[in-house]
């Protein structure tokens, strides 16, 4: 058993997770018994207490197994003393050594081994993106002792590499164990092919159940091209059995510091919490002793949830915090986050009962138009108080009908560069829904009918010019759904696709109107509630599936395409559509997120939406084809590969609408790649996003790595150019099997 704690004080390795109780083993099978000591010899001689055995000796006992040329056994005092070619194991733990000569006591478990090399069974890690191994750990030192329940490996070194070569070792002088409680390593060296990467004077690590130590983190390194070298270092302080704190400063050499503070806790069963503070000094780039583009600033993110709180209730938030665009464009470390201008907040609480929910809701939603400051939209609700009816059943019979209900109070305040409303603009909802569900011979038909009223307590008086004068909106709405019979074919399709195909066509129209809404444009935007317009349309559209067996009679959905488009028979909505500006309404938003009303018009867009997968490859293509302007207006493309280790995915954006309405944009993702993060041997990735509009690549990353049988290296170089930033960036890893991963390179930072 004492052999297996020597992987344990690989401390350069994270905290370990509890200990388990181990399950008890079966009794072996031809074992001894737990009261028998067997032992065995080509000669054996008895002196008194004393057994001499010599010549391919064993001592066995339920729990161990001693080998050697000569055994000297003293049966009172059950001291064994092995010499040449000494084999230790332990059937407990599977444990297994070699030694040249040492001493031990069967009945203790306690004893000295010299010259001493062997293995200890490993544990795989089956945390994700850790690299795993089955190699066992392997050990060799000068002497190795156990005293009482301590263990001690002198002079020696541990490893999960395959000998006589091994990737890397962690060797000491001195490796003291107490089991289930900590290890030490005096004056300890990490090594990579011999070559030093890591020195300590003292390392420890826990090893209990509660694994967690206050203590220096490890060391990072890296380097930018506009943050120059990185430096840093950190420090981890346990509060308690439920709490910890950690900070970790970092020097950018052409920036400045940056810091980051990290709070986590578990008040209690079910609850937890987690905050995270960044920030940097950033003193600027120096361009002929003159320090400009400067970015300081921070950002916050925090996390929590609590399922059992006072009446029921049970809570969660999400809640960050971003000081300036201009600081996340400069200093985040994902391109994703870098370029995205949107930074949402909520926490809420929510009660459930059979048929009902209240929700109260916590929102700050702010959306950065560019890097200028104060160039940003920001909506806050503290609060808004939601309760929902699910649909209840008010009549049975030939004609049912079922009742729902949506209702709201919100404190809301918008903020942004033209307007700003004065204070917390006060919003009562109430939305009762009726509805009713006919069939015959195939077809569906599902009316409903709607009361929707809704008071402001205050309201635009004039574009931008915002009045204390409330408002009432007074909505009336009819809804009618229509599902026609599906047409379906079963067909013989290519063998290699399968030995049945069923194509399926799935009509269908909906009909709407909306009323009585005839003060939209004075209404203040808080969220999709207020795009509540007045329209009279109709939508009409087609779904097809195509479905595919195979021979095992498992069945796949091949290719899915639908195809809708709406009718205006209000084409100015009641009023609400001005011409010449952005106008997005609630029933539009639903069809397609582009806008495209610049002006009245009779008919939206064409709307289709193609998705693909069988075997390894999927796909998606979703279009807007524009009658008025007579193009595709909108084109959104998604498409992967996989294949054994190969994988190509391919994404283009092409907005090609009203630039009234949206923006134009082209923009072409790609990324090839062979292998993962965890495959053995070489893996390699490269991914690119061109801006043909700009006529650049805004994104490029490389990364290699190679994985051996117990480490593995990493790799990665990017190249961003967009907004403020212009940056090249090495990042480096260092995986350890069924350990974790070193360096500057993250897991969500990985193409694999």
């Known amino acids: 058993m004492f052999l297996r704690l020597f992987l344990l004080a690989v401390i350069l390795l994270p905290a370990a997770a509890p200990a388990q109780d181990r399950p008890v083993k079966p009794l072996r099978a031809g074992a001894p018994l737990s009261t028998e000591i067997v032992y065995a010899s080509v000669t054996q001689k008895k002196d008194g207490d004393w057994e001499y055995l010599r010549g391919d000796c064993k001592i066995e006992t339920t729990e161990t197994l001693i080998r050697a040329d000569e055994i000297d056994y003293n049966t009172a005092t059950h001291w064994a003393y092995a010499r040449g070619h000494v084999h230790f194991e332990s059937y407990d733990d599977g444990d297994k050594l070699d030694a040249d000569h040492g001493e031990y006591n069967l009945q203790s478990s306690e004893g000295k081994f010299y010259v001493v090399s062997g293995t200890s069974p490993g544990k795989l890690n089956a945390r994700r993106g850790v690299l795993s191994t089955s190699n066992p750990f392997y050990f060799k030192g000068t002497w190795l002792e ?123 069963a079910g609850s937890y919490f987690d905050l995270l503070i960044y920030g940097v000094q950033d003193k600027g780039q120096d361009v002929d002793g003159t320090y400009v583009n400067k970015a300081p600033g921070f950002s916050i993110q925090s996390t929590g949830k609590a399922d059992s709180l006072p009446w029921g209730f049970e809570g969660k938030f999400d809640i960050n915090y971003l000081s300036s665009y201009l600081f996340r464009q400069t200093f985040s470390e994902s391109y994703n986050e870098a370029i995205s201008g949107e930074v949402n907040s909520t926490a809420y609480e929510q009660r459930h009962w059979t048929e009902d929910v209240l929700t109260i809701v916590f929102k700050q939603n702010q959306l950065f138009e560019s890097a200028t400051p104060g160039d940003k939209i920001e909506i806050q609700k503290l609060p808004e108080v939601d309760f929902q009816g699910r649909d209840s059943t008010l009549l049975h019979g030939p004609v049912p009908l079922w009742f729902s209900f949506q209702s709201s109070f919100a404190l809301a305040r918008r903020q942004e560069p033209t307007f700003e409303t004065p204070n917390f603009v006060p919003r009562l909802d109430i939305y009762p829904t009726v509805s009713t569900a006919f069939s015959f011979a195939g077809f569906y038909l599902t009316p409903s009918i709607a009361l929707r009223e809704t008071w402001y307590g205050d309201s635009f008086a004039s574009p931008g010019v915002v009045s204390s004068n409330p408002i009432f909106r007074n909505g009336r709405e009819f809804n009618v759904d229509l599902r026609t019979p599906s047409l379906a074919k079963v067909f013989a399709p290519p063998k290699r696709l399968g030995v049945k195909a069923k194509h399926v066509i799935e009509p269908y129209a909906k009909f709407q109107y909306v009323g009585g809404v005839s003060n939209f444009n004075k209404i203040i935007r808080l969220d999709a509630n207020d795009l509540y317009a007045d329209t009279t349309q109709l939508e009409v559209g087609v779904v097809q599936h195509l479905y595919l067996k195979d021979s095992n009679g498992n069945i796949n959905e091949m290719l899915t395409l639908s195809v809708a488009q709406q009718r205006y028979f209000n084409t100015d909505f009641g009023g609400a559509l001005v011409t010449g500006e952005r106008n997005v309404f609630a029933s539009t938003e639903e069809l397609t997120p582009f806008a495209f009303l610049p002006a009245p018009r009779a008919y939206s867009p064409i709307v289709s939406d193609l998705k693909f997968l069988y075997h390894g490859i999927s796909g998606e293509w979703r279009a807007d084809y524009d009658p008025v302007l007579g193009r595709v207006s909108a084109s959104t493309v998604t498409a992967g590969i996989h294949y054994k280790a190969w994988f190509v995915n391919l994404g283009h954006r092409d907005i090609n609408g009203d630039p009234t309405q949206i923006p134009g944009a082209n923009q072409l993702q790609t990324s090839v790649g062979y292998g993962s993060s965890l495959r053995k041997g070489f893996n390699a990735a490269f991914g690119t996003t061109y801006d043909f509009v700009k006529g650049q690549i805004l994104y490029m990353t490389t990364q290699g790595s190679y994985n051996t049988d117990c480490c593995g ?21 260092f995986q350890v099997a069924n350990i974790g991963a070193y360096g500057t390179l993250r897991r969500q930072d990985s193409m694999f």
């Open 713 to 733: 290296f990493g790799l990665q170089y990017q190249r961003l150019n967009f907004g403020t930033r212009d940056e090249t960036l090495v990042r480096l890893s």
């Open 146 to 268: 156990r005293i009482k329940d301590k263990y001690i490996l002198h002079e020696g070194f541990v490893t999960d590499c395959k000998m006589p070569k091994p990737w890397w070792t962690l060797s000491a002088p001195l490796f003291d164990i107490v089991p289930d409680d900590r290890a030490i390593a005096h004056r300890m060296f990490f090594r990579v092919k011999r070559v030093p990467l890591f020195y300590a004077t003292r390392f420890y690590r826990p090893l209990g159940r509660n694994p967690r130590k206050s203590g220096l983190l490890t060391p990072n390194l890296g380097n930018s091209s506009s943050r120059g070298f990185l430096l840093g270092a950190g420090y981890y302080q346990v509060l308690g059995r439920s709490y910890d704190v950690s900070y970790r400063l970092q020097d950018f050499s052409q920036r400045g510091l940056a810091h980051t503070a990290e709070i986590r806790g578990k008040p209690a």
